[in-house]
């Protein structure tokens, strides 16, 4: 099972929204509505920002909003501020056997 | 508030047994409610799920780790455990351990503790 592919970065200006991407194929991202976002700031562990493609949990910015069309998935951060500078990988239910893969992780930069 | 931290050696030799603990706070490992996964991860190879316990025990490994990976759970001191045998310097990495809602959704997770595989 490979890695779900991202891009290696995505930057933009304080207030703007950027979107990201992460593509998978049939027998990940676009045969299941299980993909989830984490954010991650250097030295600490991930967070979840979004699961089950759409939802956010408690606590976390109604700015970051998720969608999934075929077998891509996103995650969008509108009105970017300086705390989301981050890197931010997805993840995807990807079947019994092999359950959970990763994607390759974007770094955000905010300019 | 749900906690969740890792603990175990922090340098393993080639070919032995990585062997980790993760005690959980603020939620029973015992729960019928959430599964409970280790994931680790390190700049060549990223995040990698590596396998998952539930209450009753059953459990589910990564195919590439499978036949190196046990993990178990000990439900008196609410701590589950990972061992990795046979250990090479690609498993040098930072051991997370993580809430999971089981669909994959990992909620809480540990600080993560770095391991290096080295002689």
């Known amino acids: 099972q490979s890695a779900l592919t991202q891009p290696a970065s995505v930057s933009g200006s304080p207030g703007q929204s950027i979107t990201m991407s992460c593509a998978g194929t049939?027998?990940?991202?676009?045969?299941?509505?299980?993909v989830s976002w984490y954010q991650q700031h250097p030295g600490k562990a991930p967070k979840l920002m979004i699961y089950?493609?759409?939802k956010r949990p408690s606590g976390v910015s109604d700015r970051f909003s998720g969608s999934k069309s075929g077998n891509t998935a996103s995650l969008t951060i509108s009105g970017l501020q300086a705390e989301d500078e981050a890197d931010y990988y997805c993840c995807s239910y990807a079947g019994t056997e092999t359950f959970g893969v990763f994607g390759t992780g974007t770094k955000v930069t905010v300019l | 508030q749900v906690q969740l931290q890792e603990s175990g050696p922090g340098l393993v030799k080639p070919s032995e047994t990585l062997s980790l603990t993760c005690t959980v706070s603020g939620d029973s490992v015992n729960s019928d409610t959430f599964y409970w996964s280790w994931i680790r991860q390190s700049p060549g190879r990223g995040l990698e799920w590596i396998g998952y316990i539930y209450y009753t025990g059953r459990t589910s490994y990564n195919p590439s780790l499978k036949s190196r990976v046990t993990i178990s759970l000990d439900t008196s001191k609410n701590q589950f455990s990972l061992n990795l045998r046979f250990v090479t310097a690609a498993d040098t990495a930072i051991y997370y351990c993580?809430?999971?809602?089981?669909?994959?959704?990992?909620?809480?997770w540990g600080q993560g503790t770095l391991v290096t595989v080295s002689s």
């Open positions: 089950e493609v759409t």
């Open positions: 049939r027998s990940d991202v676009g045969n299941y509505n299980l």
């Open positions: 993580a809430r999971d809602l089981g669909d994959p959704t990992f909620d809480y």
